[in-house]
């Protein structure tokens, strides 16, 4: 009898373990088809940008476009409480991080911000699952372009490109997703843009040797009409600030550049203005995608990047006034 028993006992045990383990998955199996059931999750930063209907690409980031309202206080004499009333909404402006890969209708709209028409967009951000579809939406009303971030161009870069675009709308709302598939023109016309990838013009001045550019922002204020029976104020334009410019060079190159400060150091001298271009460059380094305009550039300070570190070329900085720039996809 005791023999029997320790040749059956792991049997037995291995017996009741099986049953016991397919109980519990019995009774957790309902648990399962009820989340099933439910709206799955999806993977953040995929985000869609819709214009009017049309898909104008895919947006590498997001940010902004919150929505508050700063409350007006009623001190009310001996009263131990505040009596609070929101007041007018205010909007974040919302940022848009791209490459040269959108459709040139939303181009076309960067360069009539830079050409001084503030036309306005409606449009939606979809943030979308890994098949394209609709996930969450943020719609946005009368927007407009109050802001360009152009990246730092650096020729020993090998990080891709990207414009910081901020709109400014009057009216942001926030909903779940249409479940529709985002599809269109700009989800196949990527274009890989790197930070190493550009080429830039100043008047007849020497700029093969030019190795880095300082990123720039282009601004246009805007200022509220607050009419009291609405709650969204209107945005008009007002003045534009043009970034300066600031480009690192070899001293192989500083003679002519130097020679071009001095002159606009001189006490009432008036030194010569230039223009020039920034273009933006395909991987082969031939293919224009887009450039920048500069008009009216003057040098205000030259300086010698000093450095221990004798693996690196001798430079100089020089930065540039700007009185006028635009904004130009080129065709493909």
């Not at 100043?202 to 009291?228: H, M, N, R, Y």
């Not at 293919?287 to 990047?305: K, N």
Request: aromatic share 10%; proline share 5%.
């Amino acid at each position: 009898m005791g023999n029997r028993f320790w040749r059956t006992w792991p049997v037995v045990v291995g017996a009741i373990l099986i049953s016991t383990f397919a109980y519990v998955q019995g009774r957790r199996a309902p648990e399962r088809a009820t989340v099933s059931g439910q709206a799955s999750s999806y993977a953040g930063g995929r985000f869609a940008l819709l214009m009017d209907g049309e898909v104008m690409g895919f947006l590498k980031s997001v940010s902004g476009g919150i929505v508050r309202t700063d409350p007006a206080t009623h001190d009310l004499g001996p009263r131990r409480t505040l009596r609070r009333n929101a007041k007018l909404l205010a909007i974040k402006p919302v940022a848009i991080d791209v490459g040269m890969g959108m459709s040139e209708a939303f181009y076309e709209w960067i360069e009539m911000a830079f050409d001084g028409e503030f036309a306005r967009r409606t449009g939606q951000i979809h943030a979308v699952d890994f098949d394209m579809q609709s996930k969450s939406v943020r719609e946005f009303r009368d927007a407009r372009i109050v802001e360009v971030t152009f990246p730092e161009l650096d020729g020993s870069s090998k990080d891709p490109a990207y414009m910081t675009v901020k709109l400014a709308p009057e009216k942001m709302i926030s909903g779940p997703g249409t479940g529709q598939t985002i599809k269109g023109e700009g989800a196949d016309r990527r274009k890989q843009w790197l930070c190493s990838n550009f080429r830039i013009e100043v008047g007849d001045f020497p700029c093969d040797l030019v190795s880095k550019i300082d990123s720039f922002t282009w601004k246009q204020a805007v200022t509220k009409d607050e009419v009291g029976q609405f709650r969204e104020p209107a945005l008009h334009p007002t003045k534009v600030e043009i970034p300066n410019i600031k480009l690192t060079i070899s001293t192989a190159d500083s003679a002519s550049w130097q020679a071009w400060f001095d002159q606009a150091m001189k006490l009432g001298a008036n030194p010569q203005a230039f223009d020039g271009v920034i273009t933006f460059l395909a991987p082969d380094m031939k293919t224009a995608l887009a450039r920048v305009a500069l008009s009216g550039l003057t040098p205000f300070v030259y300086e010698v990047v000093s450095t221990a570190n004798q693996a690196e070329l001798a430079s100089f900085t020089v930065e540039l006034r700007c009185e006028g720039m635009a904004f130009t996809r080129l065709a493909e």
